[in-house]
């Protein structure tokens, strides 16, 4: 993959099962970008993400991941992803250990003293069953079986909704470890590109570098947080000097309005 391309690339995605779910979705994610995909329960952040993996086919439009096409993802792109649903798929009959030794083996790149080392952070049982652990435990085993092979790209569906605050700090810790060397040429490993839905913004504010807001299918906005921080006001409406192109969203129930002043210097 040219380092110059998108890791992640959405062309007019849209996706449509007896009403719009996506619609017309573009978007682009550099390589090493931490992005938080944010909208309301419903928006379409769970379909977008399915898209994004293979597992939801859209009706028109496409998207790549590392370059390759998302339904026909090839095995050494696989390996290089690490994927948490919203609702775990998990093997629910095994042991947690049982079932972090089994998925380790279909990674080339796993490693167990980083699995046992996550398990740790992340306080997971490992002798339990895994229909005998809670709803937040098996979201923790979601996270550790993602992160465990040291994946370049990671894709997390309100990967925290169901952690107390402390597993959440070590959560957020555990994204950002130093990725070190490549064992086969000593070089150092990219940036790991990672994409975080929430439908609460306060849950990714500390961590992410670009926000993509979603609303009912539509892809909203997707912007650099710094340069939200520094040219996106909220001001009240009327205001009739105000140019048209500036207004990023319009909420006229509330008479306001966010503009990005870049295109609204006055």
Known sequence: MNTN???????????YIDTTILDSITLSVPRGAVVGLVGRNGAGKSSLLRCLVGLAEPNQGDSRVLGCPSLALSDPVRERLGYVAQTPDLFEWMEVFE????????????????CMTLACRLDLPLGVRVKNLSIGDQQKLAVVLALAHDPDVLLLDEPVSNL?????????????ADRGLDEDDGA??????????????????????????????????????DAMLEHFRLIRLPAPDLPA????????????CVIDTRLAPA
Not at 5 to 15: A, K
Not at 99 to 114: C, F, K, S, T, V
Request: a positive charge.
């Open 5 to 15: 391309e998108p890791v992640i690339d959405f062309r007019n995605l849209s996706l």
């Open 99 to 114: 079932h972090l030794r089994m998925i380790g083996q279909a990674y080339p790149r796993w490693d167990r003293e980083r």
């Open 164 to 176: 107390d605050p402390m597993t959440r700090n070590e959560f957020m810790r555990s994204l950002f």
């Open 188 to 225: 150092l490993e990219p940036e790991r590109t990672i994409v975080i839905s929430s439908h609460l913004l306060s849950d990714l504010e500390r961590v992410v570098s670009h926000v993509a807001f979603i609303r009912k299918g539509r892809l909203q906005l997707f912007e650099a947080w």
């Open 245 to 256: 192109a500036a207004v990023i969203c319009k909420n006229t129930s509330a008479a306001q």
